[in-house]
């Protein structure tokens, strides 16, 4: 176990619809990553947030947002859910100084 | 901009059959690079990362992955896979946030699915 949990585990959206997952950090990280795992490809960087505040982001549209609480907690939206958007979602927590990442199982969206 | 290829994407050996999975980066800072494993069902775990010194890393479960700078290269080997070492393995390349000294995202290659038969 790492620590990370994710909420839900699995979920069905149609599309056009809006969906909030949920990470919870392990104990002690400050930093919080997601990413997304299309089937039969690698996770592909989303965004990290740190100090509740941006940190990077990859090659997704402004539709994919975050938050980070001041507990590391955080959240990924994602409005008007697309077909391509079903995949796993994987969030991360580290120390931000190490870079060594702990994966969460991740949520499982299907959009129809 | 960062890339991890892994050319060998489906990989069969029997039980106690020597290992090695390819990795190949691109990168132009600091490199500091990293295996993981994705168990069926299961989360993606760190098998051995390499941020400087040694550039043969040892890690978990006999696993051990050699850094050739000169070949842009972190191949994984394991002398004898075991059954259960079926999985998927996702070699990935860290990235750094130059002003704020903090690690940013990991590249991942597209990953190689290792199957082992009895």
């Known amino acids: 176990e790492t620590g990370v949990t994710q909420s839900p585990t699995h979920l069905i959206k149609t599309r056009g619809q809006q969906v909030t997952l949920r990470c919870s950090s392990q104990?002690?990280?400050?930093?919080v990553s997601w990413y997304q795992q299309a089937l039969g490809q690698g996770p592909q960087f989303i965004f990290q947030y740190y100090r509740e505040e941006e940190n990077g982001r990859g090659n997704f549209p402004p539709r994919f947002s975050g938050l980070q609480f001041p507990n590391y907690s955080s959240e990924l939206n994602v409005n008007a859910l697309e077909l391509d958007d079903s995949a796993l979602y994987l969030c991360?927590?580290?120390?931000?100084?190490?870079?060594?990442?702990?994966f969460g199982e991740g949520s499982r969206l299907t959009v129809l | 901009a960062q890339s991890v290829s892994q050319h060998n994407h489906h990989v069969i050996l029997s039980e106690a059959a020597s290992l090695e999975l390819g990795c190949n980066y691109s990168y132009g800072g600091t490199v500091n690079l990293f295996w993981y494993v994705q168990y069926p069902g299961q989360h993606l775990q760190l098998l051995l990362k390499?941020?400087?010194?040694?550039?043969l890393v040892k890690g978990i479960k006999g696993f051990e992955a050699e850094f050739i700078k000169s070949k842009f290269s972190f191949n994984l080997r394991k002398p004898s896979v075991q059954w259960s070492d079926t999985a998927e393995y996702f070699c990935?390349?860290?990235?750094?946030?130059?002003?704020?000294?903090?690690?940013?995202?990991?590249?991942f290659g597209t990953g190689t699915r290792l199957q082992v038969t009895l």
């Open positions: 990935a390349v860290m990235s750094w946030v130059i002003n704020t000294g903090t690690a940013s995202k990991l590249t």
């Open positions: 390499y941020f400087s010194g040694d550039p």
């Open positions: 991360a927590s580290s120390l931000a100084k190490t870079g060594e990442l702990f």
């Open positions: 104990s002690g990280h400050n930093t």
